[in-house]
Nanobody, 119 residues
Framework: QVQLVESGGGLVQPGGSLRLSCAAS????????MSWHRQVPGKERELVAS????????DYADSVKGRFTISRDNAKNTMYLQMNSLKPEDTAVYYC????????????WGQGTQVTVSS
């Protein structure tokens, strides 16, 4: 079982940047496909970006393409989300998720980190 802890959220002005981190422990990080999701009150959690266990393939929601970059460092057991050109509509709680490649029915979530984009 893997434990996930997000960090790096905060308050930023429109047009600014933030880098989120998701630190994993308790299991072999490279066995997990990883993703970032976000949620605002009253709405469903939505997928922001995903990355395969080796980092060889990445996908993004249309709303963040060209502005956000997902990456991972398996040696450091950490996944990142570089967020540039932030917009007020990016305001949300951001969560990381891990899915083991040996059982895609299992999902592990972090506790979330708040990102607020406001002037």
């Amino acid at each position: 079982q893997v434990q996930l802890v997000e960090s790096g959220g905060g308050l930023v002005q429109p047009g600014g940047s933030l880098r989120l981190s998701c630190a994993a422990s308790g299991s072999t990080f490279s066995n997990y496909a990883m993703s970032w999701h976000r949620q605002v009150p009253g709405k469903e959690r939505e997928l922001v970006a995903s990355i395969t266990r080796t980092g060889g393939s990445r996908d993004y929601a249309d709303s963040v393409k060209g502005r956000f970059t997902i990456s991972r460092d398996n040696a450091k057991n950490t996944m990142y989300l570089q967020m540039n050109s932030l917009k007020p509509e990016d305001t949300a709680v951001y969560y990381c998720k891990a899915v083991p490649t040996y059982n895609i029915k299992i999902q592990y979530w972090g506790q979330g980190t708040q990102v607020t984009v406001s002037s």
